[in-house]
């Protein structure tokens, strides 16, 4: 179905082109219980996640309209074919179940007459065991040295969840095993990290939902040289270990069989922070740990699946990004953490939103008639203020900010920590209500809108609920636009092209189809290149 062609978006098209809603300077006046009408409140094991969409420039008109587009894009009937397995990726035929990855032991989704959550905790047992190990030290290095360190080899989903997930815990506990990323296939990146670790007592984990992804398996070949050069070629094998589907793919790869961690081919690689790509984190922090993370993720999913819509973080959430992008016009969305642990969730969402909800057909194959995801970026506050905010707050675009704060101090630095909160508080005020001045230079429109997010403590379940709130706001999104979020067809191209003019370049020759700019830059590169 065109959603765009339904009741409720023709009316919200039209209040929005004749801006019938009123400021937020207005609003907070005419709607007095505004605040806790569009904040939801929840629990996660023993702390609370407060969203705060109250700073949105939503109406109860708009909202109410909202609530009526969900109804009839049929997002609830999805969310629930979703959780129950029905295929949803339906240009590759499969179900996207990245919530049984977080099921509890002994439930039930059933995909092809296999109970998968049984299949997932066999794999997590697994992990458990290995974390253990080698947390205990009955796990060692082929010389018998205890395991210090492990390299993380991935990249996308194979590597931002992770990356994300180590720094963010690393603030609530040191990790008892260092843990280092591997992503870019740029060998400046591998270096520096092995050139910092010693290979007798580091294991690698080459995570890679495919195994075929080229800059993931570049890495990886470098990686096990610098074990075999240092250890000699029979020990890679003992430190090395494989996360993918496709176990076949290793065999050929120096990686034992029995080192190898299952994934499924219905885990999207973006939403595969819940599946064994987070080995490199039970091993650093513990899998109670993970299972925690686990935990605050499966209570962020019980949420969406059966809080009403007025209640539902997730639902009004993704229909508010909706409004923005598509009726508003807003082309980007910021996303400002006022947390140095959770810098790396602009780039973590980055990849979720964009990969999932950048496309111009619906899963009909139908051309969208509307505008689909923004474009995600961000920083940390404060830095951000220092940065980019100026044009946030003057700049002729207006910018939604979803805004993520903490509020139990991670350090002895009180002060300075209600410091940080304060300004997280003072921007999205500033962004709301500006202020009046005779210059006009000096003037601050308001009226911008934000989000705001706070956890009482940052801990491995808030920090899931965190990530598990936004896997299911883009997936509301990509619901509303008659989208599927779970293929990425759009990076298939760049891939055979990089293949081919990587062939190319070997051979000195730029192909005979090749267009006028790519010889001029082959021909350039060879003529300067270290090999020239
Ligand atoms: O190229 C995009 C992508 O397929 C992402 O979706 C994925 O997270 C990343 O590459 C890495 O893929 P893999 O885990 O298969 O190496």
């Given at each position: 179905m065109d959603i765009t062609a339904c009741e409720q978006w023709t009316s919200l098209e039209s209040r929005a082109s004749r801006k019938t809603v009123a400021s937020l300077k207005e609003l907070f006046v005419s709607e007095p219980g505004r605040t806790s009408a569009m904040s939801v409140e929840m629990e996660i094991d023993g702390q609370s996640m407060l969203i705060d969409a109250?700073?949105?420039?939503?109406?109860k008109e708009v909202f109410c309209e909202l609530a009526g587009l969900a109804a009839t894009a049929r997002v609830a009937e999805a969310r629930d074919a979703m959780l129950s397995g029905a295929i949803v990726n339906t240009s590759e035929v499969q179900p996207a179940l990245h919530t049984a990855l977080r099921a509890p032991r002994g439930s039930k989704v059933v995909v092809n007459g296999v109970n998968v959550v049984d299949e997932v905790w066999a794999v997590r047992d697994e992990v458990t065991g290995f974390a253990h190990d080698v947390r205990e030290g009955r796990?060692?290095?082929?010389?018998g040295r205890i395991i210090t360190d492990v390299v993380n080899i991935g990249i996308g989903g194979s590597d931002l969840g992770p990356a994300l997930v180590y720094l963010a815990l690393s603030t609530t506990g040191a990790p008892q095993v260092r843990v280092s990323f591997v992503s870019n296939v740029d060998p400046t990146n591998v270096t520096r990290v092995l050139g910092g670790l010693d290979p007798a007592t580091t294991i690698v984990v080459v995570c890679s939902?495919?195994?075929?992804t080229a800059e993931t398996l570049a890495n990886a070949r470098i990686a096990q040289r610098w074990l075999a050069d240092a250890?000699?070629?029979?020990?890679v094998a003992h430190h090395t270990v494989a996360v993918t589907v496709d176990a076949s793919k290793v065999a050929?790869?120096?990686?034992?069989?029995?080192r190898v961690l299952k994934m499924w081919s219905w885990v999207g690689g973006r939403y595969?922070?819940?599946?064994?790509?987070n080995v490199c984190n039970a091993i650093a922090f513990g899998a109670d740990s993970i299972d925690q993370f686990l935990g605050g993720m499966r209570a962020m999913d019980e949420h969406f699946a059966h809080e009403p819509f007025e209640r539902n973080a997730p639902m009004i959430l993704g229909v508010i990004g909706v409004w923005n992008r598509?009726?508003?016009?807003?082309g980007s969305h910021a996303i400002v953490p006022y947390a140095d642990s959770l810098g790396l969730l602009p780039s973590y969402l980055q990849q979720l939103e964009m990969e999932s909800n950048?496309?111009?057909?619906?899963?009909?194959?139908e051309v969208l008639s509307t505008e689909s995801s923004p474009v995600i970026w961000g920083g940390v506050g404060t830095n951000a203020q220092h940065a980019f905010m100026q044009l946030l707050h003057q700049g002729t675009s207006v910018v939604p900010v979803t805004f993520i704060g903490v509020?139990?101090?991670?350090?002895?630095?009180h002060g300075e920590h209600a410091a940080l909160v304060a300004n997280m508080i003072a921007q999205s005020a500033a962004l709301a209500f500006g202020s009046t001045h005779d210059d006009p230079a000096r003037a601050m429109p308001g009226n911008r809108p934000s989000t705001t997010i706070v956890l009482s403590a940052l801990t491995p379940g808030t920090l899931g609920a965190l990530i598990a709130l936004f896997e299911h706001v883009v997936f509301v999104q990509g619901c509303v636009w008659g989208i599927?979020?779970?293929?990425?067809?759009?990076?298939?191209l760049g891939k055979k092209l990089a293949h081919e003019v990587a062939t190319e370049l070997a051979s000195g020759e730029p192909g005979a189809s090749r267009d006028a700019s790519s010889v001029q830059l082959q021909k350039w590169y060879l003529r300067h290149s270290s090999r020239a």
């Open positions: 109250s700073k949105q420039n939503v109406d796990y060692r290095g082929a010389t939902k495919s195994f075929s250890l000699g070629g029979d020990a050929s790869s120096g990686i034992a069989a029995a595969s922070v819940s599946s064994a790509v598509s009726l508003l016009g807003r950048g496309k111009v057909v619906t899963r009909d194959g509020a139990r101090a991670a350090t002895a630095h599927n979020s779970f293929d990425q067809w759009g990076v298939e």
